[in-house]
């Protein structure tokens, strides 16, 4: 009981009157629908009773008990918060059973339950059903329009061409595992494998850092080379030669 009481607080006025009309065609369906004749053969009178939907059940009963009790089923499962989908939404699924139960009710007005010769009447629990199936319509109608839309769909925008890779450009190879470059230990002369990783960075190291470039000229005095180059190299004497002659 709890459990409904806090379904129907959680219900917006739509649905609780979809959940009204739902109850009320079952609630219907226990009232007198039709009135039979009989005759007592004993006596020779003829006396009337009625029967209500479950009296003489058919396909029309049975499909619209189903719609009923599911209507029901559906609006305390999302008053629940329950995640499910329907197509065309809640709305859209009460109103066309509702107008499904009506046609159903109406349809029964022309094909009533046999009275073995003696006419069929319809009472008064008919027509409240056929009332209360049009309103259970009424409200999936209500509620399809207070339903929010969907979002529309965003278009993404238009993507450009994607760069082409130069035909001439070697596309990256990962190195093989255990690539790498053997090198021996001066002390132990043991050869160790170094990762490709490492002889890089080794190989960065090992490159000349180059030279600063050249102060402007005129802004300091030029240093001579050293060492000098071998044009450049005086002329070293030996003691059996003799000195120079000054000039």
């Known amino acids: ?69 599911g209507v029901v089923t559906m609006l305390i499962a999302r008053a629940e918060e329950r995640q499910f989908s329907l197509p065309g939404g809640d709305g859209t699924i009460v109103a066309v059973a509702g107008g499904w139960a009506t046609l159903l009710i109406f349809y029964r007005v022309f094909d009533r339950p046999s009275g073995h010769g003696y006419p069929v009447g319809i009472e008064w629990g ?44 070697r596309p990256y190879e990962a190195p ?13 002369g043991e050869t160790a494998l170094i990762p490709v990783s490492a002889a890089r960075s080794e190989q960065q190291r090992a490159e000349p850092v180059p030279a600063p470039p ?6 300091q005095a030029r240093r001579p080379r050293f060492p000098p ?11 059996e030669d003799p000195p120079p002659a000054e000039r």
């Open 1 to 69: 009981m709890t459990r409904i009481v806090r379904a129907w607080a959680a219900m917006s006025g739509e649905r609780r009157l979809a959940a009204v009309a739902a109850l009320a065609l079952l609630v219907t369906m226990f009232f007198p629908w039709y009135g039979l004749q009989s005759l007592n053969r004993k006596t020779g009178a003829i006396y009337s009773h009625d029967i209500n939907a479950f009296g003489d059940v058919s396909f029309v009963e049975a499909a619209i008990f189903l719609v009923a009790a």
């Open 126 to 169: 008919f027509f409240l059903a056929f009332v209360a199936a049009g309103s259970l319509a009424y409200a999936g109608w209500r509620m399809r329009h207070g339903e929010r839309p969907a979002p529309p769909a965003r278009r993404r925008p238009a993507r450009g061409p994607e760069p082409q890779a130069d035909p001439g450009e």
């Open 176 to 188: 093989p595992a255990g690539a790498g470059r053997h090198r021996a230990d001066p002390e132990t």
């Open 214 to 219: 050249a102060p402007p000229r005129g802004a």
């Open 229 to 239: 180059r071998p044009d450049e190299q005086p002329e070293q004497l030996s003691f």
